[in-house]
């Protein structure tokens, strides 16, 4: 079962503009939430993470905002840019571990 | 720094035939995972080790899949024999933890993946 859900496939937005990916999970005990970005033919590259003490994280142009109560995670990119266009997975993890549940990914395309 | 080395980049092979996937982490990273990602899909745990031992290995399948990590450093992936559904890129991270278990809510770090091998059964 999926425990991490992305429920968007794709995305496309205009350069400048924010891009919104969303991220739902089922499991109480995940603790620590990571975006990652892959680009076609590359392993998956860390973005930005985010601990459950916190509800929002920012580094440069992304700003991750976690809503425990509501199982959900989003993850902002402003102002969009061409380079940003790859597929962005939201991943967690529970109690003592580091292994990572993924979900299946959300394709962004920034168009110019 | 170096990043994580994985070969063959792709390998081809029929049903039923055997294939071995080769990383060499990260030098001083003590946890090691072997990750699925099947086209469409998120990345899938199958193994991970910390230094040579196997932490969890619940969604590996065990009868036609094996890891090993001599020596706590690299690691092999075997898949023997290989089936259809186990055309997929298979992807191998690092990571630096400096405690195990770690607490709630703490830093995990990051995992370093590596470029993955693609592999096709026909």
């Known amino acids: 079962d999926q425990q991490v859900k992305q429920n968007s496939p794709s995305l496309s937005v205009q350069e400048g503009r924010i891009s919104i990916l969303n991220c739902d999970y089922t499991?109480?005990?995940?603790?620590?939430f990571l975006w990652y970005k892959k680009y076609p033919a590359e392993g998956p590259t860390f973005l930005i993470s985010i601990s459950s003490i916190k509800d929002k994280n920012e580094d440069g142009r992304f700003t991750v905002f976690l809503n425990k109560s509501a199982k959900h995670l989003s993850l902002h990119i402003v102002p969009s840019q061409p380079g940003d266009s790859a597929v962005y997975f939201c991943?967690?993890?529970?109690?003592?571990?580091?292994?990572?549940?993924f979900g299946k990914g959300t394709s962004l395309l920034v168009t110019p | 720094e170096a990043g994580v080395a994985q070969s063959p980049r792709y390998k081809i092979i029929e049903k039923r035939q055997s294939v071995a996937f080769w990383c060499n982490p990260i030098?001083?990273?003590?946890?090691l995972y072997w990750y699925q990602q099947i086209l469409g899909q998120g990345p899938k745990l199958l193994i991970q080790f910390q230094n040579n031992g196997v932490v969890d290995d619940s969604q590996l399948p065990k009868d036609r899949f094996s890891a090993e990590r001599l020596k706590g450093v690299d690691s092999t992936l075997k898949i023997q024999p290989a089936k259809l559904e186990d055309s997929a890129v298979y992807l191998c991270?690092?990571?630096?933890?400096?405690?195990?278990?770690?607490?709630?809510?703490?830093?995990?770090?990051?995992?370093?993946f590596g470029e993955g091998s693609r592999l096709t059964v026909l």
């Open positions: 991270a690092s990571s630096p933890p400096t405690s195990y278990p770690r607490r709630q809510g703490e830093h995990t770090g990051e995992l370093f």
């Open positions: 991943a967690a993890t529970a109690n003592s571990g580091y292994a990572l549940n």
């Open positions: 499991n109480s005990m995940f603790d620590y």
């Open positions: 030098s001083g990273h003590a946890t």
